[in-house]
């Protein structure tokens, strides 16, 4: 039992004490019912506040040996399906309870605390490679310095296969989103553990959870076995996207508030196979508070897109106001690249505020629109407090390199000194263009000069 390797299940636990918890365990009857087959590795994105962590911490206590959690599940959904269907192996909760070498990772004080960026991935192997080592006696060879090796290692010797839990895997993308050097080893460490000839020989089963989609590249994604769900295509996961209808009409109920409020005020996100979905943070914040307001916390990652609304992109800032007049605008939800760089296109951008939660999009329309009033709150806040100052822009372009070595360009010549001759005292944009000969597409990158 480590803190990643086979940990014990304190954090699922401290969730059940917690009076309006809502039972989301049926989840666990999917992970089942694919582990061990072709679809094996699941990666479900949903915004802030909508449980994500919740999620992770119940899966890793259902699976983990270092877990003593069957009183924990006892009284769940997924226990009654067994009892409900004890012929379906796939809502068998027992046959896999505690059963598998789990290694849970939150990616959040990976990237928090380390001294330097570049460091991540790296800290991040020795620190399971030395659980490993200590679960596994005698089975990894020294020197190892890569999860994979050291996977496989055990493997040989053991025959054990492992179950991986990875939350917020995205956070290397939003936090460290300027360092492609960071994210290339990032990405080449997920491939060697999902996207090798070894992976059905070491994994067993996967979960992962973030804000984003697995990052794409062109129009494929980087780890292109994973099944994939998302605000856009929930799937078969939609009851587990945040509270359904039902379960806030009870809430409502047992908590005396208006339901018609409440639907005012936080409803509006909706998938076909389930209906209406609820931010799950809103809820019980409204529960706690007794009060009808905005708890939709303004993050940071809305901050940043705050610049390009005020740009105007494509006529983005226009969308928006239409959307808080009630209108609706259709989109091209293809060309996002699912990292917070590489938007270039109001389609781009639009496709990004749906993952964090800001838009709610209805696939058969391709329409997306604002929710409710929790989050026009929120809009109508970034208009108001819009940056209408003066605005420059300094533009490099370049062809058959990147957008990123354009904006280097402009840093390393410090183009932005120019602005001093002219006493120019307002905000400079970088703005970073590339024309690729090969694909005849264009790629753009706009960053604040600091």
């Known amino acids: 039992m480590g803190v990643y390797v086979n940990p014990p299940a304190d954090g699922f636990a401290e969730i059940l004490n917690y009076k309006k918890y809502i039972d989301k365990s049926g989840i666990i009857a999917y ?38 959690a069957a009183a924990l599940f006892a009284g769940l959904k997924i226990a009654k399906m067994n009892l409900e269907q004890n012929q379906n192996k796939n809502a068998d909760f027992e046959e896999n309870l505690n059963k598998y070498d789990v290694i849970s990772l939150d990616m959040t004080p990976f990237v928090a605390l380390a001294e330097s960026t570049n460091e991540i991935v790296s800290d991040l192997q020795q620190d399971v490679i030395e659980e490993l080592e200590n679960e596994f006696p005698n089975c990894i060879r020294k020197g190892t310095k890569t999860l994979y090796k050291a996977l496989l290692q055990i493997n040989l010797k053991t025959g054990r296969k492992f179950f991986i839990v990875i939350d917020e895997w995205d956070m290397i993308f939003r936090e460290a989103k300027d360092n492609i050097s960071v994210q290339k080893e990032y990405i080449n460490l997920l491939r060697s553990l999902f996207k090798s000839n070894q992976t059905s020989q070491i994994i067993i089963g996967a979960y992962m959870t973030g804000i984003l989609p ?25 009851e587990f996207v945040g509270f359904t209808e039902k379960e806030v009409y009870q809430l409502c109920q047992e908590y005396h508030l208006d339901f018609d409020e409440t639907q005012k ?29 905005s708890y939709w916390t303004t993050t940071e990652t809305y901050e940043s897109l705050r610049d390009y609304i ?6 983005l800032k226009d969308a928006i106001i239409d959307m808080l007049g009630g209108k609706k605008h259709r989109i091209d939800t293809g060309t996002f690249q699912n990292d917070m760089t590489s938007l270039s296109s109001k389609d781009d951008i639009l496709t ?13 329309n391709k329409e997306v629109f604002i929710p409710n009033e929790e989050v026009r709150g929120e809009f109508i806040r970034a208009v108001k407090e819009g940056r209408h100052q003066e605005l420059a822009l300094l533009v490099e372009l370049k062809w058959n390199k990147s957008a990123g070595k354009a904006i280097s360009q402009i840093k390393e010549k410090q183009y932005g ?5 002219y006493d120019y005292t307002g905000e400079l944009l970088l703005v970073g263009l590339n024309y690729s000969t090969k694909t005849g597409k264009h790629t753009c990158k706009i960053e604040r000069y600091i």
């Open 265 to 293: 005020w936080y409803d509006g996100y909706r998938f076909d196979t389930i209906g209406h979905v609820y931010c799950p943070n809103s809820i019980i914040e409204l529960i706690s508070m007794q009060a009808f307001d």
């Open 31 to 68: 992970t089942n019912s694919v582990l061990g087959t072709p679809d094996k590795l699941t990666c479900f994105s949903k915004p802030r506040r909508f449980g994500k962590s919740f999620t992770a911490k119940m899966i890793t206590a259902y699976y983990s040996k270092g877990a003593n």
């Open 417 to 421: 000194m120019i602005m001093q001759k």
């Open 310 to 315: 005020d740009l105007n992109m494509d006529g």
């Open 352 to 364: 990004l505020l749906v993952h964090l939660g800001y838009l709610a999009y209805n696939f058969d």
């Open 214 to 238: 697995i990052k794409k590249y062109g129009t494929q994604s980087a780890l292109t076995d994973f099944r994939e769900y998302s605000m856009l295509k929930p799937g078969v996961l939609a």
